[in-house]
């Protein structure tokens, strides 16, 4: 397993595997990886010959006042987790690397990116969709593997795939968990013991939403109210948005009459964390 931080080096590697006929996977990431990463690298080592690993704190899909230089780094961490999984190779370039001076094209979407965290986050997914095509151009994979955590950019990379007609096949790979229920998260290293405990409601309304459409339940607004009602009372959660939206979409939608996605963000002090379930996973 080597760390390269050339896109030469990588286009390299990856021309001599693809010329000894071997399939490649991505896992793009932006490093400090957990457990919710290593199942993606499983998936990939699972179904590949070799898997990239890319390791890069994105500067563009951060906004002017998000935690782009708090973002925790620690390479060496990551690159014995990519190994232990079975990992190629991590990609780990300088932002300098894949932006040069006067980068200046960008990869944007219409639909899908201006719901949930695209309200919040505005400029958030035309940088991820711009990096990720950027990747899949240098790695130029068979398949890449993002996770379902982060629902909303694993249904707008299928559907720039899907528009720019790039030959990847996209796996969406389920949620890891903590013990407790808390999704895994890089962020979750900025909770101090007291948030921890908080950021539990998170997948306690998951829960209780999962709940209610077991029981047949299909009418959103009850739904998010019960889920809203369990966070709110937890003083250290703050509701950035709790919504059931069509999966295809990411519009809101009164019934769940079709594939849906129930989606939340929650601010836990200054934390912002996201959970979800898909129907259609139910
Ligand atoms: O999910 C992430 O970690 C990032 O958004 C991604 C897909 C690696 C792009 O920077």
């Not at 900025?190 to 047949?216: D, H, T």
């Not at 937890?234 to 999966?247: G, H, M, N, Q, S």
Request: glycine residues 6%; charged residues 25%; proline residues 4%.
């Amino acid at each position: 397993m080597k760390i390269v931080k050339t896109i030469d080096e990588v286009r390299r590697q990856v021309k001599e595997w693809k010329s000894q006929g071997l399939s490649v996977g991505l896992v793009p990431t932006m490093g400090y990886l957990h457990e919710g990463h290593a199942s993606l690298i499983d998936a990939s080592h699972r179904d590949n010959d070799r898997t990239v690993v890319s390791d890069f704190v994105n500067p563009m899909q951060f906004g002017p006042t998000e935690d782009l230089e708090s973002y925790p780094r620690d390479i060496e961490r990551d690159a014995a987790l990519v190994e232990e999984h079975g990992g190629d190779i991590i990609f780990n370039p300088e932002p300098s690397e894949m932006y040069h001076e006067g980068f200046s094209s960008f990869v944007d979407m219409d639909v899908l990116t201006k719901e949930l965290c695209g309200l919040s986050r505005p400029v958030h997914f035309r940088g991820v969709c711009t990096v990720v095509s950027k990747l899949f151009n240098i790695v130029q994979p068979d398949r890449a593997y993002f996770g379902k955590k982060d629902a909303q950019q694993l249904a707008v990379i299928r559907h720039m795939v899907d528009d720019l007609n790039m030959d990847i096949e996209i796996i969406g790979c389920p949620i890891v968990r903590e013990e407790d229920g808390l999704a895994k998260s890089s962020r979750n290293t900025y909770l101090n013991a007291e948030e921890r405990k908080a950021a539990l409601v998170l997948s306690q309304a998951i829960n209780i939403g999962i709940g209610m459409v077991r029981n047949g339940e299909n009418d959103c607004a009850a739904i998010t109210d019960a889920m809203k009602r369990h966070i709110s009372a937890e003083p250290l959660a703050k509701i950035d948005y709790v919504k059931i939206v069509d999966l295809a979409t990411m519009q809101q939608i009164p019934v769940i009459d079709r594939p849906a996605l129930c989606a939340i963000a929650v601010y836990i002090g200054s934390t912002r964390l996201i959970d979800n379930f898909f129907t259609e996973d139910i």
